[in-house]
Nanobody
Framework: QVQLVESGGGLVQPGGSLRLSCSAS????????MNWFRQAPGKQRELVAG?????SARYTEDGRFSISRDNAQNTVYLQINSLKLEDTAVYLC???????????WGQGTQVTVSS
């Protein structure tokens, strides 16, 4: 059985940082493109950051988000810096097999940014 389990969310003040983790079981993440999505109340799910199977880390254009993988630990991370109120959402881990396209989702971890 495949499981993606997110952790690391919580309540943080604006300007703070968080590191989210996605621990996978039942799959080997080095065979998967890994993504972090987020969904805020009343809004559509949106892609935050993604990393291809052959990449080890990637930063978003604004530099606030970085995604990385530890294939030995079968875990993917999302580092979020300079958190803003609008970053409040449930953050979900997603795995897409690099050839078959088989897709898996985690249940999500809540990030709340509030002063």
């Amino acid at each position: 059985q495949v499981q993606l389990v997110e952790s690391g969310g919580g309540l943080v003040q604006p300007g703070g940082s968080l590191r989210l983790s996605c621990s996978a079981s039942g799959i080997t993440i080095r065979m998967y493109n890994m993504n972090w999505f987020r969904q805020a109340p009343g809004k559509q799910r949106e892609l935050v950051a993604g990393i291809a199977s052959f990449e080890s880390a990637r930063y978003t254009e604004d530099g606030r988000f970085s995604i990385s993988r530890d294939n030995a630990q079968n875990t993917v991370y999302l580092q979020i810096n300079s958190l803003k109120l609008e970053d409040t959402a449930v953050y979900l881990c997603n795995a897409v097999h690099m050839t078959s396209g088989q897709t898996y989702w985690g249940q999500g971890t809540q990030v709340t940014v509030s002063s």
